[in-house]
């Protein structure tokens, strides 16, 4: 039976509306008004233009005014839509990332400002670095587990000169939606290799720049769709996330989601286990030393120290109190010897992470992270040790103060370095460490209860720190010490406290340090 002619009226409509349309039009038309924004849940959206030299200058900015249109009508914003852009031809240029900017006129701005590159079209190579780079979580991308879904949105108007077909279907296989949008000369079977399936869904081959802002009706329904936590009884207990198709459910902070991915439980106390490695180099003077035993006392004090909580590297006990803790700590002796980095990273590698000294197996998938502190130049090669490090699947970050060389903290650092260094003149500027420390460290924990503890752990420390008027090195390591540790296993130089018992009769002192050559022991 054929519908009204008002309502036929409005199908045709509504099939012309695109993302990429700035019409005015009624909302009593079924017509969403631009910047009204979508209604489902978040996603991870990569634009990836092309700007070879066969783009002509007013085609460009009719693609430049396209994808204005489509951030428009997203909902964007750090907990919704994020969006990147990055242009590519001969080479691949990222104009901003999925955290660069989490509002629209930010993006617009940006977004505006880009010039061509006006050479070759790679765009093999452009989609490689979409799934290798512009995708990471380190950029911006939400992890996995998040599953929120990730769309490339591919605009190129001619045949690549490379190969597309392998690294597209690597992109696909990652988890990446691809969406082909070709411009008069683009070749059809490129667009096609390098489509996610349904490909009449994703392909989209438009005869002029000025017909690309009305293609978009299927693309509107994918990216914009149904509120599946609105048309379904989702049982969500704290809040319900939709996603093109589904929806899943989320915990408020503070909270984690149960065996039945609908309810959330309250997170326990914090917990961490932490490797506290101190430097008894020629740098830290004698007075410095002791502020860093007593920075050490006052991270106990913040810890709940047991077996089943928090575990110190440091000093590990079978019933471990505090004040334990706290006066062997202050038995330990200034060494006044050159700064080795490497030797300290060695131990983290070979002994820190080791099962042994209570790491979790690899197979348990248990993150593995090192936050290192450093004030001045290591005197030995840090560079082996530090790739060994990585290589082991320890993430590294690392955070200068006051002397420290950045070539050095660069050779520490996990990929991408930019995100894992950070340097400060001295402690009382270190607060911008604690964002970047949950930025970049959160994404790889997949308990958000672990990671909130390792939060609240660093602003706590970045506070102590904050007090300390005189400039030390500390590294902290976020290991895994749950098993017993006696000294010869903690350090290449062991110097026992003098009085203290670390024979298998003494229960209460098993204690350690990292140091450097240990003259005349």
């Known amino acids: 039976m054929k519908a009204p002619y ?52 007013f085609e460009f900015e009719t693609m430049r005014r396209f994808m204005i249109d489509i951030i428009g009508n997203l909902d964007v914003g750090p907990n919704a839509t994020r969006v990147g852009v990055i242009q590519y031809s001969s080479q691949v240029q990222n104009i901003f990332s999925l955290k660069t900017f989490f509002t629209r006129e930010d993006m617009e701005k940006a977004i505006n400002s880009i010039v061509p590159l006006a050479q070759g079209t790679m765009t093999g190579l452009a989609i490689q670095y979409t799934m290798n780079v512009a995708f990471t979580v380190q950029e911006g991308a939400r992890p996995p587990h998040k599953k929120i879904p990730r769309i490339a ?24 939606e691809i969406y082909a949008v070709g411009i008069q000369r683009a070749d059809m079977t490129s667009l096609r290799a390098m489509a996610s399936p349904p490909l009449e869904e994703h392909v989209f081959l438009v005869e002029s720049f000025e017909l690309i802002r009305q293609f978009g009706k299927q693309f509107q329904d994918k990216l914009c769709g149904v509120d599946m936590c609105v ?26 989601l149960n065996a039945d991915r609908k309810t959330c439980s309250r997170c326990g106390a914090g917990h961490v286990d932490l490797v506290m490695v101190i430097d008894g180099s020629k740098s830290v003077r004698p007075q410095n030393f002791e502020l860093v035993k007593q920075f050490v006392n006052r991270i106990v004090d913040l810890l709940e120290v047991s077996p089943q909580g928090t ?64 004030d001045g ?21 690392a955070v200068g103060v006051g002397k420290a060389v950045e070539e050095e903290l660069r050779a520490i650092a996990s990929e991408p370095v930019e995100q894992h260094f950070s340097y400060s003149a001295d402690f009382t500027t270190m607060t911008h460490l604690v964002e970047n420390f949950k930025l970049n460290i959160c994404p790889e924990i997949r308990s958000p209860c672990e990671c909130e503890a390792l939060v609240q752990f660093q602003t706590n420390t970045v506070a102590i720190l904050q007090s300390l008027t005189e400039r030390n090195i ?48």
Not at 28 to 50: A, E, Q
Not at 382 to 393: D, F, L, N, V, Y
Not at 504 to 512: K, P
Request: hydrophobic share 35%; with cysteine; proline share 5%.
């Open 311 to 374: 575990r110190v590297g440091l000093v590990q006990y079978f019933q471990p109190s505090r004040t334990e803790i706290k006066e062997a700590v202050m038995k330990v002796e200034y060494m006044e010897k050159g700064t080795m980095t490497g030797l300290a990273l060695k131990h983290m590698v070979e002994h820190s992470f080791s099962e042994l000294e209570g790491a979790r197996p690899l197979s348990h998938n248990v993150p593995r992270i090192g936050l290192v502190f450093t």
């Open 377 to 397: 130049r290591s005197q030995d090669d840090i560079s082996e040790w530090a790739r060994r490090a990585k290589e082991s699947g320890i993430v590294m970050f």
């Open 231 to 256: 048309e379904r009884d989702h049982g969500c207990q704290h809040s319900c996330v939709s996603t093109p198709g589904s929806f899943y459910c989320e915990c408020n902070p503070g909270y984690q």
């Open 153 to 176: 949105i591919v605009v190129t108007d001619g045949r690549p000169q490379d190969r597309v077909t392998e690294v597209a279907t690597q992109a696909r296989d990652a988890g990446i």
């Open 6 to 57: 008002g309502e036929r009226s409005r199908t045709c409509l509504r099939n012309l509306w695109a993302l990429g349309s700035s019409w005015d039009d009624s909302p009593s038309l079924g017509i969403v008004p631009r910047g009204l924004g979508c209604r489902t849940g978040p996603l991870d959206i990569v634009f990836v233009i092309d700007s070879s030299r066969s783009v002509r200058p």
């Open 474 to 521: 500390l590294w902290v390591l976020r290991g895994r010490a749950g098993a017993q540790s006696s000294p010869a296993a903690l350090g290449g130089c062991i110097q026992t406290p003098a009085g203290g018992g670390t024979g298998a009769g003494s229960r209460d002192g098993r204690w350690g340090r990292v140091g450097q050559a240990c003259a005349g022991q």
